[in-house]
């Protein structure tokens, strides 16, 4: 009995161990941010890394995205009279909802697994240590600005995602289906809010892009300096971002569009 | 050299991210359609305004106007104040009418001005003193009703007047 109530106790203690470390890590990394301005030749070739790269896959992603979306949905709408619609459907739950999401999954996959196997391997061949006894600090100078990079690349991605996807949308609805393009871009100007729908997305993307890139960069850091643990800490990398991102997309979505 | 090109792709990447939002802006959304920076401001009570929203158009002869910018009850008369931005080139004969109409069979609802004969207009802060409220589907059958328990006694049947009233909302839900 007594050693139940210990292994519980035990268990509550670790979990508030690793919250505590997450936080006091995040807090670290920002407070490393302004110094890694100073050079920010390093946060640019970041974002060649992190975001250029990308690229190639959420524009795919994107269009092949679009081009389903608008399929399916006009199956949908074409029963009840109303392909019009396409567009605006489209729109909507690309701005709204795929865009971020579905770029930010990609993006766990894409860049937070090789940030992650990077600064892994960067702490197994003790190259973070050494930089530490050449009094520079690993934070300011790696982490910060890969994570800043993230920061800037995530919404970034997110945006093109979205408009590569109305563009394939246009391409099926319009070019093959023969849905007219007059009501394709009037109907979906008129229903779709810059500040509400695109705003809130662009909201959205970033709060991903903060997870993902700080997930990656934890993982990376934490992990255990061997073959073994590097090849951990990126799968665990791809599943905590993931879920992270799934979970603070229903907490944002609850929030910003609960009222009609 | 190379420290250039990484550069000039980052550069890049920025341009085309920012040509994305431009389009999602102005090509995807309704910013720049309707701007609201130029307009007036009119007051219209309404008896109820049904399903009528902020930010809902205002058309006249079916052309968007303006928007709503406001709806709130008014505690003094009862009635909903709906304040209604014009476009500043448009104006009014001040005895035209408002209306509360519906796009379509499932639509959205809207205000619909219709112009009077006045020579003078409308300025800005003024009151639309002929409204006409939203139409609401249960009032509108049970008028329906009514007139036809109306009819039914005034063509001399011996039932009293209950007993259609009664059956009638029995009828309606089938």
């Known amino acids: 009995m007594s050693g139940a109530i210990e292994r519980l106790g035990g268990a509550v203690l670790e979990r508030l161990r690793v919250f505590g470390h997450h936080a006091t890590f995040l807090v670290e990394l920002l407070r490393a941010c302004p110094v890694a301005l100073r050079r920010p030749a390093l946060v640019i070739a970041q974002i060649h890394a992190i975001g250029n790269r990308s690229l190639v896959i959420i524009l795919a992603s994107g269009l092949a995205v679009g081009f389903v979306l608008a399929l399916q949905m006009y199956y949908a709408l074409s029963t009840y009279g109303a392909s019009q619609s396409l567009g605006l459907i489209v729109n909507l739950s690309l701005t709204r909802e795929l865009g971020p999401v579905v770029t930010a999954l990609l993006f766990a996959g894409r860049a937070g697994t090789s940030l992650t196997a990077e600064i892994g391997l960067m702490k197994a061949g003790e190259q973070l240590a050494a930089m530490d006894m050449m009094a520079i600090d690993p934070r300011s100078r790696v982490l910060a600005p890969r994570f800043m990079a993230g920061l800037v690349s995530m919404p970034i991605l997110a945006i093109l995602f979205s408009a590569v996807g109305i563009l394939g949308a246009y391409i099926v609805a319009v070019l093959l289906i023969g849905v007219d393009s007059g009501n394709f871009w009037s109907i979906m100007q008129a229903g779709v809010d810059v500040r509400r729908d695109i705003g809130n997305g662009i909201i959205k993307s970033i709060a991903f892009g903060l997870i993902c890139t700080f997930v990656a960069l934890y993982q990376g850091y934490e992990a255990k300096a061997t073959p073994e643990g590097v090849a951990h800490a990126t799968t665990r990398t791809v599943v905590v971002a993931s879920l992270g991102v799934l979970i603070m997309d229903f907490v944002l979505t609850a929030l910003m569009f609960s009222t009609p | ?174």
């Open chain 2, 1 to 174: 050299m190379a420290k250039k090109s990484i550069e000039i792709f980052v550069g890049l990447f920025v341009l085309l991210g920012f040509l994305g939002l431009v389009f999602l802006a102005l090509k995807a959304a309704n910013l720049g359609s309707f701007n609201s920076g130029d307009t007036y401001t009119l007051t219209a009570y309404f008896d109820n305004i049904g399903g009528l929203k902020v930010r809902a158009p205002v058309r006249s002869a079916g052309v968007t106007i303006g928007r709503i910018a406001s709806i709130s009850l008014d505690p003094k008369r009862y009635q909903a104040a709906v304040r209604l931005e014009i476009e500043q080139g448009v104006t009014f004969p001040s005895d035209s009418s408002a209306r509360i109409l519906t796009s379509g069979l499932l639509g959205d609802q809207y205000i619909g001005i219709e112009a009077g004969g006045q020579e003078k207009t409308f300025v800005a802060g003024d009151v639309i003193k002929q409204t006409q409220s939203a139409v609401v589907l249960e009032s509108l059958i049970s008028q329906f009703l009514f007139s036809k328990a109306a009819d039914a006694g005034s063509t001399g049947a011996p039932t009293p007047t209950p007993t259609p009233t009664t059956a009638g909302p029995g009828g309606a839900k089938r």
